[in-house]
């Protein structure tokens, strides 16, 4: 059923990357249940603006799960209490009348802040940039079942396939690691033959630029898979580290 | 070197080291399991090991591996913590299938270090390094009763075990997964078998440091 909640919003308000930032804390009235988290931070920033207020910034883009550019860490968790779903897919029926609710950005020293609740994920682009694509020569369409893929096998490169890189792995682990969002980037194409031919360049590339900018070392707490709005499996990691020594072994 | 300046390479160090020492507690736990039988038998395993040059290479090796494994985790925890960045967040929530132990690993292998440190003193210091110095070493019985006869021993030996048990809980399967042995079952049945490793190997130890502690305390 749908009600109206009346909560206090605890947002970190930062002016620009080098400027000092603190948590300011905004008096929320009246809004829907049924309204959507990202659509809340709207009507709060109406009202910013309408008082004169600079309004809180945060990344966002299509609001149905798949973009991966909202973020938000709310109470403790990245995309908010609900799990495996992003933070345009969170709604206000999670929360309670009276809640205080905490809203901060990714924090990682790989992930600086831009602004307010903004950061800079160009990391995970530059990631991507190392390795994470399968080269083609140009040429005629080969015919779709001229490699056959075993169903498990295409299954798991799609799962796989489904990260968003919106950094919530790195978010939610203690050692600021990217290896959930590297080893989904790398697993995607490890599964497949498309994929074998440039393997061991790409998992040695990605890694190293991974460790090049900052990422910590895995620890195997699993708080990444336990956060990750598109559930990517801890098991990736396994492979991404199988792919690496076997890469390392061969060289 | 890779194993130095990659951060997969630097986990399988962690790794290898983790499962020689898990190795090295189940041995030492089955040799101690010799004296809940007879004293006389345990004195001759004392008497195989030592001083002599396998013993002495054994404890080289296995000196490494602690010292490897230690220094690593140092290592590892100061550029995690430079990796996570200066602000901590305001709130934060570990998520049901996060285990505690595995965002406690340094803190338990401080307390472990400490218990080491300690055990070191108790037997090492007292039966090998004194045959290495060319002096009369304790015969195992005798440092045992050394050491037991005091009670305070036992409850800072069990808080020892315990530290470890929860160490190897976690290390056990983190070892297997950070060499890429995992996939989604054997993730499960790593854990499995590394929590009844871990138990049966400690739940020994603590039965034979309570029985050492009646037999020579009361």
Redesign the interface.
């Given at each position: 059923m749908e009600k109206n909640i009346s909560f206090k919003l605890?947002v970190?308000r930062q002016k620009s990357p080098k400027a000092q930032?603190q948590?300011v804390t905004y008096d929320v009235n009246d809004i829907p249940t049924d309204t959507s988290f990202l659509e809340m931070l709207d009507i709060v920033n109406e009202q910013l603006i309408e008082k004169g207020e600079e309004p809180i910034v945060f990344d966002h883009d299509c609001r149905e799960g798949i973009c991966g550019m909202c973020s938000l860490?709310v109470?403790?968790?990245p995309h908010g209490p609900a799990t495996g779903a992003t933070t345009c897919q969170l709604y206000m029926r999670r929360f309670n009348d009276g809640d205080t609710i905490?809203v901060?950005p990714w924090?990682?020293?790989?992930f600086p802040v831009i602004k307010d609740l903004m950061v800079n994920r160009n990391a995970f682009d530059q990631i991507q940039q190392a390795g994470g694509y399968v080269s083609f020569n140009t040429g005629g369409a080969q015919d779709a079942n001229a490699i056959p893929i075993s169903k498990v096998a295409a299954d798991e490169a799609m799962d796989s396939a489904s990260c968003i890189g919106c950094g919530a792995c790195v978010a939610?682990c203690?050692?600021?690691?990217a290896?959930l969002f590297v080893s989904a980037k790398v697993s995607q194409f490890a599964l497949l033959p498309q994929g074998r031919a440039e393997a061991k360049k790409r998992v040695k590339a990605m890694?190293?630029k991974?460790?090049e900018l900052?990422?910590?070392?895995?620890?195997?707490?699993?708080?990444c898979?336990?956060?990750c709005p598109k559930n990517i499996?801890?098991?990736n990691?396994?492979?991404?580290?199988?792919?690496?020594?076997?890469a390392?072994c061969s060289d | 070197m890779w194993l130095t300046n990659s951060s997969i390479g630097r986990k399988v160090v962690m790794s290898v080291t983790g499962l020689f020492l898990i190795l090295f507690l189940t041995f030492h736990a089955l040799m101690n399991a010799v004296s809940l039988i007879s004293f006389d038998a345990y004195e001759a395993v004392c008497e195989f090991l030592g001083a002599n040059w396998y013993a002495l290479v054994g404890t080289a090796v296995l000196a490494a591996g602690f010292v490897i494994h230690i220094i690593y985790a140092f290592w590892l925890t100061l550029q995690n913590r430079k990796a996570r960045g200066t602000d901590r967040y305001e709130v934060s929530a570990r998520p049901k299938t996060v285990e505690w132990a595995s965002q406690n690993m340094l803190v338990l292998g401080i307390i472990v270090l400490c218990f080491l440190l300690l055990h070191l003193f108790h037997f090492w210091a007292k039966m090998q390094l004194p045959e290495i110095m060319g002096e009369a070493p304790l015969r195992g019985k005798e440092a045992l009763e050394l050491a037991f006869s005091q009670v305070w021993v036992l409850p800072v030996y069990l808080i020892g075990f315990v530290a470890i048990w929860f160490h190897i809980t976690h290390g056990f399967w983190s070892a297997f997964q950070s060499l890429g042995a995992a996939n989604e079952k054997w993730i499960e049945r790593f854990k499995c078998i590394g929590w009844w490793w871990a138990t049966c190997v400690m739940a020994l130890f603590a039965i034979e440091a309570c029985y050492f502690t009646w037999f020579f305390a009361f």
């Open positions: 605890k970190w930032g948590f860490y109470n403790g968790h905490t901060e924090r990682s020293a790989a939610a203690k050692n600021g690691s290896m890694l190293s991974m460790d900052g990422f910590g070392n895995c620890t195997n707490t699993g708080a898979a336990a956060e499996k801890l098991s990691i396994s492979r991404l580290n199988r792919e690496f020594l076997g390392k | -």
